[in-house]
Structure formats: C-alpha cells, structure tokens
C-alpha cells in the first residue's frame, strides 16, 4: 500500500472513530439523562403534600362542625326539655340556636369546598401517579437497550483504536503530522483524485502532480493542500 494509501485508510478509521465516539456520547446521554423522571417524582411529591394539607383541613372542618352540632344539641335540649322556665332565657337560647344553626350552614359549604378540593386533587395525583410509572418504564426500557448498546460501542471504539494505533506505526512520523495537521484544519486531509479533479476542492490537479501521487509521493493539491489519493 502507497503512502497516501495507508493515510486514505488511517482517516476512514479516524471518521469511524469520532461517528462512534459521538454514537457513545449519545448513549451515555440516554442513560444518564433522567430529568423527566426527577421532575414527575418532585410533582407528585407536592401533590402528595398538597393532598395530606387539604385532608388535615377537612378533617378539622369536620371537627368543628360536629362541635357546632353538638352546641345546637345542647341548647335544644335545654330548649324544648322542659327544664327552663324563664321566658327571658329561652329568648336568649332560641337567639344562641339561630346563631349557631347560621354558623353551621356556613361551616357545611366550607366543608362542601374543602371535599370537593381534596377530591380535585387526588384526581391530580392519580394523573401524576399514572404519568410517573409511564416514565419509570419507559426508562428501565431505554436502560435495557442502551447499557448494552454501551457496551458493544465501547467494544468498537477499542477494536478501530487498536487497528489505527497499529496503522500509524507503520507510517513515516513526518507524513503522519502532515496528516494531523491538515485534518485539524480542513477535517479531511487525504482526498481521491477522480477524473484529474481533487476531489476535496474540486479544481483540477496538474497532471505532472498527480502523476507523482500515484507513483507514491505524498502530494499536495497545490489549491487546498489536502493529501492526493490515487488508487
Ligand atoms: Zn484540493
């Protein structure tokens, strides 16, 4: 194989290394990127909270409602059980009653209020529960085809490494940091030359020069100076 041969080869190792790299890259994202996971877990973390408050707040309605209720009882009884006697008093205790009962009905639209929040939210939370197992699966299902997607991509990534380490030891030092330096400018550094056209720039390659290339010097297109490839 020519020089610029064993350099055409080196780059389609190097390309198929950096696709496989940026392929790793990719995975390593999936498996590690568990932001919509995280988020629906905090979500529903806080509708859970949400929920505990409002139960706590109609339980407390529910007290003071039965409290009120109990109140009416007691003047009730003390009302029609027959026990007082006082005109002036049983005014004052049907005015307490009235009072109360008026308290009451507002209470039970407070309570009313309160039932049909909690039931709102646990509605939410079911929503969010049922979200948040969605995502759960979905992420073990990336994770089963992704670690051993990893794995076989990091195989790769150390065959096409041993195979260009050992390409490289074969070629002169001189061309080889000819080669870096082109590929850090231009990207790709060895070019075919078709029909007497680089086919990096596409403008015609003087026939003397390519002549020299495919006699097996390592030569420059004279316009983009990336590498000459004759096969
Ligand atoms: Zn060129």
Same mark, same amino acid.
């Given at each position: ?65 039965? %409290? ?40 039970? %639209? ?122």
């Amino acid at each position: 194989m020519s020089l610029a041969g064993q350099l055409y080869r080196l780059q389609q190792l190097d390309l198929e290394l950096q696709k496989k790299q940026q392929e790793l890259t990719e995975v390593e994202n999936q498996l590690s990127d568990n932001k919509a996971l995280v988020a629906a877990e905090s979500g529903l973390a806080s509708q859970t909270e949400q929920l505990q408050d409002a139960r706590k707040r109609q339980k407390s309605s529910e007290w003071e409602l039965e %409290d009120l209720q109990e109140k009416i009882r007691q003047i009730d009884g003390k009302l029609y059980g027959g026990k007082t006697k006082d005109p002036k008093e049983l005014v004052n205790l049907e005015k307490e009653a009235k009072g109360l009962k008026s308290q009451t009905r507002t209470k039970e %639209d407070a309570l009313l209020g309160l039932m049909s929040q909690v039931e709102e939210i646990e509605a939410g939370a079911r929503t969010a529960r049922g979200e948040l197992e969605r995502l759960k699966k979905e992420w073990e299902q990336t994770q089963e085809i992704a670690r051993p997607r990893k794995n076989e991509i990091e195989i790769a990534i150390a065959e096409l490494k041993r195979e260009r380490n050992g390409l490289a030891g074969q070629i002169d030092s001189q061309a080889l940091s000819t080669y870096e330096r082109i590929r850090l400018t231009t990207g790709q550094a060895v070019v075919k030359v078709e029909k007497g056209r680089c086919l990096g720039c596409h403008i015609t390659v003087p026939t003397s020069q390519w002549q020299k290339a495919r006699a097996g010097d390592l030569i420059q297109c004279n316009n983009c100076s990336r590498l000459l490839y004759l096969e």
